[in-house]
């Protein structure tokens, strides 16, 4: 059994000292261990990979986990075991360059996830879906049909028992009602390097203000639309010789490349959030 | 004599055709030509380097150039004989990174400028200048010494013959009397990528966004703080681990190396600036 | 009708001023224009694009240019009318990412080319090509029917009649007869910053030796094996903690990315290649 | 007291927890953890922070930790104080860029060392040496005195009490007899991306390959010529129009930044040597 281990507590000394000496007590060995102490607000945070190979279950580890160490550092915590692979829906609206790149790499066994299904408000990706035999719904948004849109989402999402939402060039605003049952469960791929160029339209605002690089930031999605935790960024160097179109093109490789990474870092669980920003253990 | 020849006019067919054969008619080999024409406006760059191995002289081909091509496109331009070193001013405050940067890069040679003068609101900068033999001057500017503090430093500029100045993270706004005097020539280095973290302490602000990534901005100076045309941009990757500190050292890399691109591009005569963006021609 | 056009020649005065003077007298209107000398063996390049909007004809504009400038000049030129959409063949073995890819991008309309047919010697990509509708044939190689396996290919090659190949990770070697059919018209992606990890295996060679970045290479394929003129290079970095799996994990963008740029670069006509280096007019 | 603790021995299950276990109990707080396992030799490294508190001294901890946990895993091990600032000697030849860029971040506080002296074996750059008030030692090597010379240089690391040496663009290969006395501690700027270009004039083989990037290596030195392990990469895009000497001037920065990171790493104890590469913790 092999497992993976989240914790975030208090700061005191000695943590870590217990918490590998608990692993070790119990017939674990250590093969990854990472660290972070977030001094302002002294915040504990650790990421351990640890193998078993005697006959402890998860439910034994999980119980003695909680009553001891758990309990005597205040901790926040999750464990994983391995062999769990994540649900992940797909949410698409016209733009399906991001889409062809995730379902390219699920195809060829690179993202290690299920796609039960892929939810878009046009009809356009459809083909898609059906090319690479994903199930495809399409759930037209309007102003007035948002509420509803928005019930049949979480109905299929909860039909289908998806564990995290990848927004894949999705051009609806998604609400409080859906980030609550997926807190930070909804990873955006936004088109430019935040915080600059956050809304609407982010290559034609980095044509007008004349910027020498452009960039794409893949990040947890909370209620302040673009402002949430960034998990991974990338740019690349432009001119004065690009047009707002040359821009979009040069664009559409970051943007499939930091999604990916930030899918990745998050199936991974190497992913933490606090603060409004991520950590990554990598 | 080698001249480059800087142009821009309203776009229309020709101009290309008719410029080079004026150049060849007088003897010129052209050995540059680059054009870019912005669509919007529909306004026509050009930039040539040329090398006329006659008689001619700066003064025949500006009378000549004048009186025929510039009317006829009613174009703006300007031509430089390349055996014209600039004047470069250096104004700093306490970091002196970019300081050191620009006047080893002076020394060794690489920076093919002179630079009659240091100008700093501090004195910390002094024992710099004179380890490289360079007159200093200790101006402090308080608000209410800044009108006279920055007569002085005009005064100065002119005295030296001053044809651009870099602000080597210089604190202080530098007020629209001065940014009058030399338009498009004064070069700042802003630690950040901008747009993203304009105005004071962008680290701070980086590190409080958690961003994955920190840039620095070289930029000419005009009215509006941090908004001038953006000459060159770079960035570097961090990470959760990295304290506004680790943010700090390695921006210093990115700023020095940022400004000299900035500046070298700037003494080539490689940047027009149209509509508060650049236009560099490599 | 807008005519691309490309000149190479012995370099003298007054190319330039002839070309545009010769396409302004026939009406065209100079778009861009971008020239390079190579100083050793002064030979003088140039790339156009000029726009006609009277009656002249490609047949009409070709005559006229070669018995004159072109004669007087003694120039190497091709004109490309940019209406044509060039054929590109994909040559693939076991490795799919590149292929998905390309597919991906060309789908989404972003690669402006046909794509009459791919060929492997794995049945793997099979389905992919069926996924994507396009012709697929599988040619096995083996040592004693490599020949007869080229005869094949080369009379596919003619069939579809392909204007170029890229070898997306397609792990044969090429031969000779191939490559006189097609100069400079193959394009290889490397798995390696050439020159270095030239060869098989280079990502396990890039592990033994311990590099911090790896790289990836697109290029022209002759017949010294990965020591064509090289397209477009890019590089990613790693650290000690990155296995050989992960090295090829990541190195798989690279690929992609440094493939398709290189493709891009090929299909709108910017690369010239001299001396076994390219010249690439951006 | 902070202690840095630098481990390796060969891999096995309950190492972390006895380690971090003895650091705790003796009152350590553990505030930087990473460690790494190399596959296959089955080997382990450590790298810890610690802060201590309490009245224990750096030789009670050393002795304890060798009869026990050293004793016990077969450790090869290193502690270090973190008040101790190491000596560096810089070696320099004609080529003083990155020595002006090593003496202001020295000056400016940037890098934590002592430079107690600059050999070199040119007069250029002790007017340099003398700008920043170190001293200066010029040292000649020809073929026949090179044996001398290499005494001499031995002799004056030995009265300084040299930590460790950078090679900051000397141009003499340092010969087995002083690689011997200083066993992962001299550290050279290599003007490439190794593997590619070892050896002389790795800018004029870039430039005659037409490689679209180049790069800079910084490594410890070994017998083998650019063979020793490699501490920090980075590169630079070229094109075309680079000529020789712009490859050489835009190589320069990436030598001053890519040594620059090599010597931190190696000052903060963050590097370990193993079978020719580095882990290096970050």
Redesign the interface.
């Known amino acids: 059994m092999k497992l993976t281990i989240l914790i975030n507590c208090p700061d005191q000394?000695?943590i870590?000292?217990?918490v590998?000496?608990f692993?070790?007590t119990r017939g674990g060995?250590?093969?990854?261990?990472?660290?972070?102490?977030d001094?302002e607000s002294a915040t504990f945070f650790m990421r351990l990979e640890s193998e078993f190979s005697n006959t402890l279950t998860l439910t034994e580890f999980t119980d003695e986990f909680k009553t001891s160490l758990a309990a005597l550092y205040q901790m926040q915590w999750e464990v994983h075991k391995e062999i769990t692979v994540p649900k992940m829906a797909i949410f698409v609206s016209k733009y399906?360059?991001c889409l062809?790149?995730l379902l390219?790499r699920y195809?060829?066994g690179?993202l290690d996830v299920e796609i039960p299904l892929i939810i878009s408000n046009h009809e356009k990706a459809e083909s898609?879906a059906t090319?690479?035999k994903i199930p495809f719904y399409h759930i037209p948004v309007t102003k007035t049909t948002k509420k509803e849109a928005e019930e049949k989402q979480l109905a299929l999402l909860a039909e289908y028992k998806v564990d995290f939402i990848v927004l894949a060039r999705y051009m609806q605003i998604v609400s409080q009602t859906v980030i609550d049952q997926y807190p930070n469960k909804i990873i955006n791929i936004h088109h430019s390097?935040?915080?600059?160029?956050a809304g609407a339209k982010p290559y034609h605002a980095a044509y007008k203000?004349?910027?020498?690089?452009i960039?794409a930031t893949s990040h947890y999605v909370t209620a302040d639309l673009d402002e949430g935790?960034?998990?991974?960024?990338?740019?690349a160097t432009v001119?004065?010789?690009h047009?707002i179109n040359d821009l979009i093109?040069k664009g559409?490789?970051l943007e499939k490349?930091v999604l990916?990474r930030g899918i990745k870092l998050h199936i991974e669980r190497k992913t933490m959030v606090f603060?409004?920003?991520?950590?990554?253990f990598?």
Chains 1, 2, 3, 4 share one sequence.
């Not at 060995?29 to 102490?37: F, G, P, R, T």
């Not at 203000?209 to 690089?213: A, C, F, P, Q, S």
């Open positions: 000394a000695g870590i000292s217990s590998t000496n692993i070790h060995n250590i093969v990854y261990i990472d660290q972070y102490v001094k399906d360059h062809y790149d390219s195809s060829s690179e898609i090319q690479f390097f935040l915080p600059a160029f203000r004349g910027v020498k690089i960039g935790p960034i998990i991974e960024q990338d740019v001119s004065h010789t047009s093109a559409r490789d490349i990916a603060n409004n920003k991520t950590i990554v990598i």
